[in-house]
């Protein structure tokens, strides 16, 4: 079973950036795509960002166009972490950010295509 779990989150004020981070353990070698998803309060959970995984030459990544250009996602193979620099934040920014993890070939920007999931990191934008 992967197991996923997120760090980096907290209070940043408008403008500010912070750097999530997500480790992976356990068979990752059989996730083809990870991704990020956020969800704010009273809201539906919507796609943020996603990485190909275990590919050698070259990384596709798709972005929400909400978020483009601010936030950049990236991955460190040999530490099996995946990585989410976001910046100059707003407070709409503000949610719960959960990394997720899929072993299929799919649909990145929806939830569904993602069998493994992390508990998620607060990230609040302070105005």
């Known amino acids: 079973q992967v197991q996923l779990v997120e760090s980096g989150g907290g209070l940043v004020q408008a403008g500010g950036s912070v750097r999530l981070s997500c480790a992976a353990s356990?068979?990752?070698?059989?996730?083809?795509?990870m991704g990020w998803f956020r969800q704010a309060t009273g809201k539906e959970r919507e796609f943020v960002t996603s990485?190909?995984?275990?590919?050698?030459?070259?990384?596709?990544?798709y972005y929400a166009d909400s978020v483009k250009v601010r936030f950049t996602i990236s991955r460190d193979n040999a530490k099996h972490t995946m990585y989410l620099q976001k910046n100059n934040l707003k407070p709409e920014n503000t949610a719960v950010y959960c990394c997720a993890a899929s072993r299929r070939i799919g649909d990145n920007y929806s939830a569904a295509h993602y069998e493994h999931w992390g508990r998620g990191t607060q990230v609040t934008v302070s105005s």
């Open positions: 990485i190909s995984w275990n590919t050698s030459r070259v990384d596709y990544l």
């Open positions: 356990g068979p990752i070698f059989s996730i083809s795509a």
